[in-house]
């Protein structure tokens, strides 16, 4: 046990999860372990290499070539060749021509703007039907597009920037494929290490007697959603199939630990820890230190791993009849599972992965595209009005800032003007301090890598960086007055439009009600212990079950955040003003937790052939999750009241023949 415990959680890496746990009931976004330094060295000494002909030549213009490679830097997907060189390439061409494009038609009239924003926000919402990657690409060339409307040309000024766009992506994509190679997927397999590193502290609190499990599922279920997000973007298509069947087997057992240590949590709430159970629980943790090192590596060496789990499997837990011992050998069985998963990955490839999947742009998507075709107009009609100088620098806010569902669009708006506002502060000492050409290069490299190595950790961060470059850039280049306060102000106008847009044209109104996710959550468990009490164990019915079970948590722990209110707003909405609603949410959300927790005990047992099933409970709960969905007023209040009571509660722990698992003692 000394041994295990000697390599507990670092108290920085307590406290960033903390951080990110407090940031996350308000809806930011904050992931440490996504932090790149070697990504924001090589986009920094890209950007300023690519500076350095604007600044030898005395050509503003040619600070496209240093605009170009950033963004390419950015947009670089980090997974296999081919798919860097489709992604690269495609910004490169498709971003070019763009460019070109947008530069000689505005060269007209400034009335020509409007159609090119039409298109371009139309063509950026419906990106969103494609994977994530290339949702980002048609973006960045969408906002490359908005940008070329601050430039205006004739024909030949017009190749002229496209000429320098290009050039500037060659930069980077020479930079990135050839002389400074970076080691791919780093993002996804960071993010899946994280599971396994908040799974080390939640275990190694229980082996300390700390049961705080709203905490714990909150933070594991946070990590794998993330991570599930991230391993998506893994498109067998462009070659990844190796990683995306790691990936995918490192988030099946990270999903059967943490179903498990509920399990466990929930057992020691009942009749709290023994010394055993403390002492494996440790050994445990170590074991997910291990696994979260292993999931890391493109070529796992997993004979750690295997060594680490065995030693779980002691003689008290392979001969212990408690509950406790029998969910530990699962937790052993399922990390040995992972060591061999690692290691066979070629073998369970699935070639019919890489099919090629058609989408069809959904009626939410349609009026993203919509909105957001709207917010860009609206956008450079209040520019025009009043008159507003670099108004491409509001219209990429308003492009960045549109999302589809009203809630996220509020999260990021605020974001986004928390970051401009300081990053214009920061642009503003920086061009007050530095006046000459050597010092500014050394600020520009040192935003561009901050900027890169922050862009997976948090959004206020980037945009903070961001802000500060394009402001010290654009002032090295083109030096004027009040450019710092000017990109504040079009990021607040871009950002207000953009914000209201969402809110008043074809709202999502659901996406963040109380109400809403309340019977989302409690629909889903009631569902996910009927899976359970049917005693079902083919593999259709445990895929559906799984996937209950996930979509149960997340309503779950949204029902939990949303208890807050407004993100960045403290909070003040009538379920936190109101004391009374406020109490019976949050008893709710208690008795889910201790549902969930018996039936995922009950689960277990039944596995092990401990337990029976019991298909008519099974009925009578799937007929009151139905009746919450309906959203029936009487039926809902008598569910609620069944489950706060802890009658459901019983019906679960009465389910077979062990009696003694009941938490009515």
């Avoid at 903070?464 to 990021?491: C, H, I, K, M, Q």
């Avoid at 949050?586 to 092990?608: H, N, P, Q, V």
Wanted: charge should be positive; charged fraction near 15%; aromatic fraction near 6%.
């Amino acid at each position: 046990m000394g041994d295990a415990s000697s390599h507990a959680p670092s108290f920085s890496r307590r406290l960033l999860a903390a951080l990110s746990r407090r940031l996350a009931r308000h809806a930011i976004a904050l992931t440490p372990e996504q932090f790149s330094l070697w990504e924001g060295l090589r986009a920094a000494v890209a950007t300023a290499t690519a500076l350095v002909p604007a600044l030898y030549l005395h050509r503003p213009l040619y600070a496209w070539i240093a605009f170009a490679t950033f963004w390419a830097c950015l947009i670089d997907p980090g997974g296999t060749d081919r798919q860097r060189v489709q992604i690269l390439g495609g910004f490169t061409l498709y971003g070019g021509v763009v460019v070109a494009l947008t530069t000689w038609l505005v060269h007209f009239s400034s009335l020509a703007v409007f159609p090119i924003l039409l298109l371009v926000g139309i063509g950026s919402g419906l990106a969103r039907m494609f994977s994530p990657v290339v949702m980002q690409l048609c973006l960045l060339i969408g906002a490359a597009s908005v940008a070329a409307t601050g430039f205006p040309q004739g024909i030949t000024g017009a190749v002229l920037t496209a000429t320098l766009f290009m050039a500037g992506c060659l930069v980077a994509l020479l930079l990135c494929l050839i002389l400074w190679r970076l080691q791919p997927y780093a993002s996804a397999r960071k993010a899946v290490a994280a599971i396994y590193q908040a799974l080390e502290i939640m275990l190694s609190e229980l082996s300390m007697g700390r049961l705080r499990e709203t905490v714990h599922r909150q933070a594991v279920r946070n990590a794998i959603e993330r991570a599930r997000a991230l391993t998506v973007q893994l498109d067998a298509g462009h070659g990844n199939s190796l990683m995306r069947v790691r990936l995918e087997a490192s988030l099946a057992t990270a999903e059967r630990l943490f179903t498990a240590m509920l399990a466990i949590e929930h057992l020691f709430e009942i009749r709290g820890p023994r010394p055993f159970e403390k002492s494996e629980l440790a050994r445990l943790a170590a074991s997910c230190r291990e696994a979260a090192r292993q999931v890391q590596r493109l070529e796992p060496a997993t004979q750690a791993l295997k060594v680490q789990a065995e030693r779980v499997l002691a003689r008290d837990v392979r001969s212990s009849d408690e509950p406790s011992a029998h969910l530990l050998r699962i937790c052993a069985d399922a990390l040995l599972g992972l060591a061999s998963a690692l290691m066979n990955a070629q073998a369970n490839l699935d070639i019919s992965a890489a099919a090629r999947r058609f989408a069809r742009p959904s009626a939410a998507i349609w009026r993203h595209a919509g909105r957001l075709s709207i917010a860009l107009v609206l956008t450079q009609a209040v520019c025009l009005y009043f008159r507003l100088d670099y108004a491409y620098w509001a219209l990429i806010a308003a492009l960045l800032v549109v999302q589809p569902a009203g809630f996220t669009t509020l999260t990021r708006s605020l974001e986004r003007l928390v970051g401009s506002i300081a990053g214009s502060i920061l642009a503003a000492v920086l061009g007050n301090w530095l006046h000459e050409i050597a010092p500014l290069m050394g600020a520009i490299t040192i935003l561009a890598l901050c900027a890169v190595a922050m862009r997976g950790v948090n959004y206020t961060m980037l945009v903070l960086f961001l802000t500060s470059l394009f402001v010290l850039v654009a002032d090295l280049v083109t030096p004027g007055p009040r450019l710092a306060a000017l990109r504040a102000e079009d990021n607040i106008v871009g950002a207000i439009i953009g914000l209201a847009c969402v809110v008043f044209l074809w709202p999502e109104r659901d996406s963040g009600d109380m109400t809403h996710l309340l019977q989302q959550a409690l629909a889903g468990n009631l569902e996910y212990a009927a899976y359970i009490m049917d005693g079902i164990n083919d593999a259709p019915t445990r895929a559906a079950m799984a996937t209950t079970q996930r979509d149960a948590g997340v309503a779950t722990i949204g029902a939990e955040f949303a208890r807050g209110g407004l993100p960045l707003l403290g909070g003040l909405t009538a379920s936190s003003v109101t004391g009374r609603r406020a109490r019976e949410h949050i008893e709710i959300l208690r008795a889910l937790r201790r549902l969930s927790g018996e039936a995922t005990l009950l689960r277990f047992d039944m596995e092990a052939g401990l337990r029976h099933a019991n298909p008519v409970g099974a009925a009578q709960l799937r007929e009151m999750a139905q009746y919450v969905r309906s959203g029936n007023a009487e039926a809902l209040k008598q569910v609620v009241s069944d489950l706060t009571t802890g009658q459901i509660l019983q019906m679960v722990a009465a389910t077979g023949a062990m009696a003694d698992r009941s938490v009515s003692g």
